[in-house]
């Protein structure tokens, strides 16, 4: 087993296909896609690419550590309390646990993703 791993930014395989839960939709009708492509064994360590189509919802970190590196497309989050932030294809960021507030997809996004709970 390698301790590499290359994060594959356009997989070839299907993703898991998914939609805001009722209570986290804000706006619109964003559909998620999640290439899922390595996780730790008790799966507190995940990692691979998620794309979102335009619209808004809740993003609750609760204790999840999240880091994210833009590939395509525009968001802007807006914490709660806060003002707002644009990030684009080539930014990268890091939302906490316990963080709480408004993800808006302005263009198709794409992003790598790097979850530990």
């Known amino acids: 087993m390698s301790l590499l791993k290359t994060i594959d930014r356009a997989p070839t395989f299907a993703p898991r296909e998914s939609t805001p839960t009722p209570d986290r939709l804000i706006a619109g009708s964003p559909a998620f896609k999640t290439w899922a492509q390595d996780a730790a064994k008790d799966d507190t ?3 691979g690419v998620w794309e979102a189509t335009p619209g808004e919802t809740r993003s609750i970190k609760g204790e999840t550590f999240e880091f994210c590196h833009i590939l395509s497309g ?3 989050i807006t914490p709660d309390g806060g003002e ?3 990030y684009r294809a080539g930014d990268s960021f ?3 646990p316990g963080f709480t507030g408004v993800w808006k997809t302005i263009e198709t996004v794409r992003k790598i ?3 530990i709970d």
């Open 74 to 76: 525009v968001v802007e």
């Open 113 to 115: 993703y790097l979850i």
């Open 94 to 96: 890091i939302m906490k």
């Open 84 to 86: 707002p932030v644009v």
């Open 45 to 47: 360590v995940r990692t």
